[in-house]
């Protein structure tokens, strides 16, 4: 165990938990829990969303990636940020105006039936679920990596201490650790990337022209096709990483921790530069890895090559530089896993405890407490599930949920906003196909089962060719929505216009939200 390692690693711990009790003193509702009282500024939530993003499939998954497929490995970087796209232009200000705590707060707004409630709840922890086990796969094989722990052992830590920083700091801490951590993972990888291009003499093309040289791949590394050889998987990756952001329930409960619709944009434009000038970054993590520390030690330290960031560290910077971004990397992993705990926490004790329940009668003391012991739930059921994808890649893991929310959640975000006669039906149906294509795909397919020994969790032939389901689960929950709401008895035509016409001025508007 290196003295550096242990040392940095106790001093980032201490930290978190220095601002998790600064926190644990400002909870004095159920809103500040939640959402931090809507107070943070515009810079500040910006800070928070790209902390959030800027998770351990991006800087361990993405640079592993690159560095074992090269040009294949870039899909993430590109998906991951034009998504945002998305999310400014068609989710977050609506999303602000109608929300209030949660995903589901937003769909109750036009939909009143409590199953809605409970279907967007389930959604909600399921997809929080799937994310985190990306993140304590990552967490479990860095700590390996840097303190000599075994896995099982690393993934339990990580665990209790989200389960820490969730119970008693809420959003505040969650926040204040993300904004934190993503100054120190930017200045970390801004650091790599300028020791990389100076191992190139500071050409870009020379660092292209040398890599290819010192990769098993050789030409090919620079050429699609390594890892993804069929069109119709590529396109379903893709589609997933596109569409995803905007359903994923821990980054929208970020637009309801600021006071309006203008501070919920302001805070997607800062998180776009900061989240596009760190995945233009990841190509100088992985072409420096594959160059500086080769592909056989970047699998012989991690199957799946999510070692190759702190690995290159060490190699350009020694036990210092090394110790320094597991240290960051450690604690990217610390504040992903904490809003995501906190999302499907605040979605159970919420929407399901109170609302279903507890027909909206419970106690703001009791909310906050029903949140935290669920937290200790969905803290023991994730560390459960990681513990059996120890071989994969944490990008690839994190591409699972986001084909997931793309196929659950967005189809019922936009008809909400967008389609009149969009019904409560329509909303189940949605939800249900999507949740259950999308999951269910990915269950046969070949994450789960190959055919090889080691390649996935059981040894068999997959019923699904695709390792993504996102081009088949997403078009299923749009039409389920639609076919739904078709078949369904209609309202009086009356009722549907005076409905959606409410929603369609208050999305736009704010106007009714209580909590602007």
């Not at 809103?31 to 959030?52: H, K, V």
């Not at 074992?68 to 400014?88: E, N, P, Q």
């Not at 994923?248 to 302001?266: D, E, G, M």
């Not at 996935?456 to 076919?483: D, H, K, R």
Request: hydrophobic share 55%; aromatic share 12%.
């Amino acid at each position: 165990m290196d003295t550096a390692a242990f040392i940095m690693f106790l001093a980032i711990v201490a930290l978190t938990l220095v601002i998790t009790y600064w926190a644990s003193k400002k909870n004095k509702s159920a809103s500040e829990f939640y959402t931090a009282g809507g107070g943070l500024t515009g810079w500040q939530n910006g800070m928070a969303i790209a902390g959030d993003y800027m998770s351990a499939a991006s800087f361990l998954g993405i640079a592993g990636s690159i560095a074992l497929a090269g040009f294949d490995g870039f899909f993430y970087s590109i998906g991951f940020l034009v998504a945002y796209l998305v999310v400014l232009f068609l989710v977050a200000e609506p999303l602000r105006n109608l929300g209030k705590y949660t995903f589901a707060d937003m769909i109750a707004v036009r939909f009143k039936a409590a199953k809605i409630r409970g279907f967007a709840a389930f959604n909600t922890m399921v997809i929080s679920i799937f994310y985190m086990i990306a993140q304590l796969v990552g967490a479990g094989a860095l700590i390996k990596l840097l303190l000599g722990i075994d896995f099982a052992t690393s993934v339990i830590i990580v665990g209790i201490l989200m389960t820490v920083y969730v119970t008693f700091g809420g959003m505040h801490a969650t926040s204040w650790v993300q904004i934190i951590k993503a100054v120190l993972l930017m200045g970390g990888t801004l650091l790599i990337s300028i020791l990389v291009l100076h191992k190139f003499n500071w050409s870009v093309i020379g660092m292209f022209d040398q890599v290819k040289e010192a990769t098993p791949l050789q030409e090919k590394f620079l050429n699609p096709g390594v890892r993804y050889k069929d069109g119709l998987d590529t396109l379903s990756l893709t589609m997933g990483l596109v569409l995803g952001t905007a359903g994923l329930p821990h980054i929208l409960i970020r637009f309801f921790t600021v006071r309006n619709a203008k501070i919920a944009r302001s805070s997607v434009v800062y998180a776009t530069w900061i989240i596009g000038l760190f995945y233009v970054m990841t190509i100088f993590l992985g072409f420096g890895a594959a160059a500086f520390v080769g592909n056989g030690d970047i699998t012989a330290a991690d199957q799946a090559g999510n070692m190759a960031a702190p690995l290159l560290a060490q190699a350009l910077g020694g036990n210092m530089l090394f110790a320094f971004v597991s240290a960051v990397a450690f604690a990217t992993i610390l504040a992903v896993v904490a809003g995501l705990v906190l999302t499907a926490a605040a979605a159970f004790s919420h929407d399901f405890y109170n609302q279903i329940l507890r027909k909206g009668k419970a106690t703001e003391k009791q909310q906050v407490n029903m949140a935290r012991c669920a937290s200790i739930g969905i803290s023991v059921i994730s560390i459960i599930l990681a513990l059996f994808a120890q071989n994969l890649n944490v990008a690839f893991l994190v591409s699972l949920a986001f084909a997931v929310a793309a196929s659950a959640n967005l189809p019922v975000i936009l008809y909400t906003i967008f389609w009149r006669r969009f019904n409560t039906n329509g909303a189940i149906w949605a939800m249900v196909v999507g949740l259950i294509a999308s999951v269910g795909l990915v269950i046969v397919s070949p994450n789960v089962f190959h055919p090889e020994a080691g390649k996935a969790i059981f040894v068999g032939q997959p019923w699904f060719p695709l390792t993504t389901p996102g081009i088949v689960s997403i078009p299923l929950g749009f039409i389920a929505g639609f076919i739904g709401t078709m078949l369904s008895r209609k309202k009086g035509k009356a009722d549907h216009q005076v409905e959606f016409d409410e929603i369609l001025v208050r999305s736009n508007t704010g106007m009714g939200n209580t909590v602007m």
